[in-house]
């Protein structure tokens, strides 16, 4: 496949509160099936508390084919001044997590506390989202 043109990202719906969907309407458009050349984990793995990560993590390897390339978003923040969701992770346990089948590159890392004001409303100091690309080991 061709690669993904990649470029910087601005924060996150997750960061800034937008949740609108960006999602194809399965009633509108039932019989459209796009060719997967790869994958956005916008919001899914700091939805997730530690305990569930792993497990997620395998459940991706088996749900997607393999040579599917994903962007995945994180949040990293100090965990002990805010309880999750959304929760911190970090880049060590994004690495840990996706090393055996994945090459993990940072691609992107943004203070983004000041364009979140709900965050620092529960008290957060800093708030980084951070990009990486996920792409499959050969």
Request: aromatic share 6%.
């Amino acid at each position: 496949p061709a690669p993904l043109p990649l470029r910087p990202l601005p924060p996150s719906r997750a960061a800034t509160g937008d949740r609108r969907r960006w999602l194809p309407r399965p009633d509108r458009h039932p019989r459209t099936v796009i060719p997967l050349a790869g994958l956005l984990a916008l919001a899914s793995l700091i939805a997730l508390p530690p305990r569930l990560r792993e497990d997620y993590a395998h459940r991706m390897g088996q749900l997607f084919p393999s040579g599917i390339r994903t962007l995945l978003i994180t949040l990293e923040y100090p965990q002990e001044e805010m309880d999750g969701p959304p929760f911190s992770v970090s880049d060590a346990e994004v690495a840990a997590l996706f090393r055996h089948r994945h090459h993990c590159t940072l691609l992107h890392a943004e203070d983004v506390l000041q364009q979140a004001p709900r965050f620092r409303d529960r008290g957060l100091t800093r708030l980084y989202e951070k990009v990486f690309l996920l792409e499959p080991r050969r």
